[in-house]
């Protein structure tokens, strides 16, 4: 496939044009981003009330083809009526990501259980009252609660609400197997889990780092932020081991000139090895300190634990870091060298940095090197994470975790009146374990798809398979639904966020919080997600604790409750009267007081990690998402930043294929500590050698459930694999 030589432009454009036309039509799909809901795709936060295709910073137009799939999969038709006749359960199994999605939308409840050779619809009633009957029998402890990150603040809210009254705390979300390293990784430096910046800090700032992140694809709307950061003359340094195309040369489709011409991204395009960027920004740091750049002032006055970190910093040798990073010195000088100079920097990241067993030590050392040049705590610098689902933040925050912040859980129990359980929750991986160990009855899963992004496919689907009861909140099918059986399995469906009778919210990254208005269902069947939750609570709970699920179905009356309950949620409450989006107090962090113990930022020595593979047979593979793809989701089988006409494949360094003896085209197998995918297409590509790239989802069958220990967040960018010809 040809490769193209720049993202974004004029192939983005076209297939927006087209995917419209399939959806009913131009202005329909034009209506649709229009309308005022939070866009539903990455956590930027377009849309709510400016009217979709508007960021935070009020600029208009701002669309990606992303939204656009997204939206086209909620506008396409319902399932045909005889759909689940013609497809049996195995049949399901053979079918791809993107034929399960362009099924269509799921109107009906659906009900297999153990002897089923087909799912089959059944009425709403009774899909309620078989999973409110199977809680009611189970114990607590043997259920967990599974949230993806694109459901509302309102839907979070209320059934994490209704789990804890039901008595568990394994309460998790997409989160753990996202950006949590980030979380856990910030709190420790700032006291606070989120980014310290807003939209606009990006338009004041004039160095910005990309580390492990590839927005191009993955958030192609902070493109435009970034080529006017350029245009202003800010300058953009990418650490990266693969070279993206997309962050080398865009064209933003909504910038005429950029569109013609392309714009520049990365300044500087550095590849470390998979894994080498704990010694990277170590010896960028240790570069700084050599150049006498460090902000003493902040040091000294703001921050705690500089001379361990320091002295920790000057004992690395120059030899060891170059080597286990992978960069050259002169590049690292160079990195300094810009680095010292500016002042105003900004640290983005993504899951290049999280997806590893040292994600939570990456975190630290990036949060390390920005503070050693005073780079937080002011306006137009600090930290930022690019999250991933547009309301993974917000889940957060409405206590979708197994553990609830002190401040939160008084709240709810004084609030409601309620005693809530202190029993430690099980994270999502923790989850899959227990469910594996046979001592899981019941889960939940509101949204996503707990089965195709989890490492370890085949452990996953069995773990799945011996949940006695498995009930999906959904708005199509997914692998999840095929692969991720309980015993029994319940699917219902529900409506995306735009056709909702009543407002929602969403969280954005930059701590704003959104309003959509909802809209027209577009079919029959779908309900509410907050209805279902209340249905559910109501049946299994009844009058039993002091809640009134009834007024639950108020969104209004949820956002009361959040209001009182979540802390710097307080302005939600008159939302509805004052349509008032808002930033979440205590969050950005413009002054020099952070929330932690002291008031003080903290360094944290950070050990270097092994490097990973450095057998000579042996390469460090990463599993990344296409450009055609949201999650487990694959809208296309071809990649074009990467040039590459479909997913199975692995793409490695010309001079790894050379090693090897390996022919490009020529099928392998990789293998690694738990599994082998075979019949793959050796590919060729720009990353730094003794690395490899695979497409998730399909390489979790061989991805292992190795995670970092302090967030629990899996290894998925950074596994050890062997490859054999044939
Ligand atoms: N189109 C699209 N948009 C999305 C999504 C999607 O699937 N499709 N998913 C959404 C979600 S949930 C998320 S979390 C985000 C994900 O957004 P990203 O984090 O940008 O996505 P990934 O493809 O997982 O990989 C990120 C980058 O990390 C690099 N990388 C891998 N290993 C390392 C390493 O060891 N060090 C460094 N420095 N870099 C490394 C890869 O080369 C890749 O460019 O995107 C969100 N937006
Ligand atoms: N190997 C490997 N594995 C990974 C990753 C990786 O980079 N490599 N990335 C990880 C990351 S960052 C993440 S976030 C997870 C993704 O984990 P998930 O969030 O669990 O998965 P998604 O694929 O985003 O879920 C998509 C499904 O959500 C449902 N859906 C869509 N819209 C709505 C809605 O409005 N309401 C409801 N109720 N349902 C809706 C649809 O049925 C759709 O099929 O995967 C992780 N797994
Ligand atoms: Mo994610």
Redesign the pocket.
Known sequence: MRRVKAGGGWPAIWYALGKARQSGGLWRMYKALRSKNTCKTCALGMGGQLGGMVNEAGRFPEVCKKSIQAMAADMQGRIQPHFFDNFSLEQLRGLSSREL?AAGRLTEPLYAGPLDNHYRCITWDDALDRIAVKLKKTAPEETFFYF????SNEAGFLLQLFARLYGTNNINN?SF??HQASGVGLTTVTGSGTATVALDDIQRCDLLFLIGANPASNHPRLMRTIVEHRRRGGKVIVVNPLREIGLVRFKVPSDVRSLLLGSKIADVYVQPHIGGDIAFLAAVAKAVLERGAVDEQFVTNHTDGWDAFQGHIESLGWEELVKRCGVGRETIEHVAEIYAASQKTIFCWA?GIT?HEHGFGNVQMIANLAMMRGMLGRAGCGLLPLR??SNVQGMGSMGVVPKLKEAVFERLESTFGVTLPTSAGLDTLGSIGRADEGKVRFASC?????Y??N?DSAFAARAMSKIDMVAY????L?TGHAHGRGRETIILP?L??DEEPQATTQESMFNYVRLSDGGQPRHVGPRS?VQVIADLAQRVLGDSTPIDWESMRRHGRIREAIAEIIPGYEKIGAIDQTRQEFQIDGRTLHERKFPTDTGRAKFHVVDLPALAGTDNGELRLM???SEGQ????VYEEHDIYRGQDRRDVVMMHPDDIERFGFEVNQRVTVRSETGALANLLVRSIDIRAGNAVMY??E??AI?PKRADPRSRTPA?KNTVVRIEPG
């Open positions: 999605e993806s990150g694109r459901s997409c197997f996202c899951m997806h991933g689902h509101l949204g996503g798809n707990l195709g992004s490492p909140m959904s708005t199509t997914n529900v995306a966020r997600e599993t990344v998402r949201f999650n487990t989701v998730y989802p390489a979790n991805i998925f």
